[in-house]
């Protein structure tokens, strides 16, 4: 089946130890998000790549990065992770900006 | 700018019977779409129903379906004959030529 696929589910690190999520997709779509989902709140658009074009929403601290290496794949970054930077991380694909998206079953990661 | 409000932050229904979540949006642009999206406790988001703004007729899925009110700016989702396995976050979503926006959710609980 056409999936998103996210690994790891989950990702214990420490107070300011880089670490990177990765996603895959099988669907072949040309954009792909990543997103920060904090408890009971809606999820929270870091980033998204539409093809190679890379687009930063305003308010993604500098500590996220991400990288997109072909179509299939696309890395999320962080460089220095706070207290603050836990949270469900989620990973969502669309032919382009207008269509439904199709996510991920997320990365939830815990910083010590 | 594009916003999507919920008001319920909370819902609840009896099993088999009806419940409607409601949504309201605000967008300037004439070509959007709007879609339900579902997430189960620490599961993964999924799309419930897609409307494209340009068509009159109401979205249904199922035991799923809309209420879309152009004029107004609603798009409210009622769940018919409601299940256990409905119970989860409710996230309604506008896209346009932006990613998608979404509003803060509805948890809705299935009482047996």
């Known amino acids: 089946d056409a999936m998103v696929i996210q690994n790891p589910r989950y990702q214990v690190t420490q107070f300011g130890k880089p670490v990177t999520l990765s996603c895959s997709q099988t669907?072949?779509?040309?954009?792909m998000y990543w997103y920060q989902q904090k408890s009971s709140q809606a999820p929270k658009l870091l980033f998204h790549?539409?093809?190679?074009?890379?687009?930063n929403e305003a308010d993604t601290p500098d500590n996220f990065q991400s990288r997109r290496p072909n179509t299939s794949f696309c890395f999320l970054d962080i460089r220095s992770p706070g207290l603050g930077d836990a949270a469900m991380y989620l990973c969502?694909?669309?032919?382009?900006?207008?269509?439904?998206?199709?996510f991920g079953p997320g990365t939830r990661l815990t910083v010590l | 700018a594009q916003t999507v409000t919920q008001s319920q932050p909370e819902m609840s229904v009896q099993e088999a019977e009806t419940v409607t979540l409601s949504c309201t949006y605000d967008?300037?642009?004439?070509?959007?779409?709007l879609f339900w999206y579902k997430q189960p406790p620490s599961r993964q988001m999924i799309l419930v129903i897609r409307?494209?703004?340009?068509?009159?007729q109401n979205a249904t899925e199922n035991r799923f379906s809309v209420n879309f009110q152009k004029a107004a700016k609603s798009f409210s989702l009622k769940i018919s004959d409601s299940q256990l396995g409905d119970a989860a976050m409710y996230f309604c979503?506008?896209?346009?030529?932006?990613?998608?926006?979404f509003g803060k959710g509805t948890r809705l609980s299935v009482i047996a």
């Open positions: 669907l072949n779509h040309n954009v």
């Open positions: 969502a694909t669309s032919w382009t900006r207008h269509n439904e998206q199709f």
């Open positions: 409307q494209e703004a340009y068509k009159q």
């Open positions: 979503a506008l896209s346009g030529n932006t990613p998608l926006v």
């Open positions: 790549y539409y093809d190679k074009d890379f687009n």
């Open positions: 967008t300037s642009e004439s070509d959007y779409y």
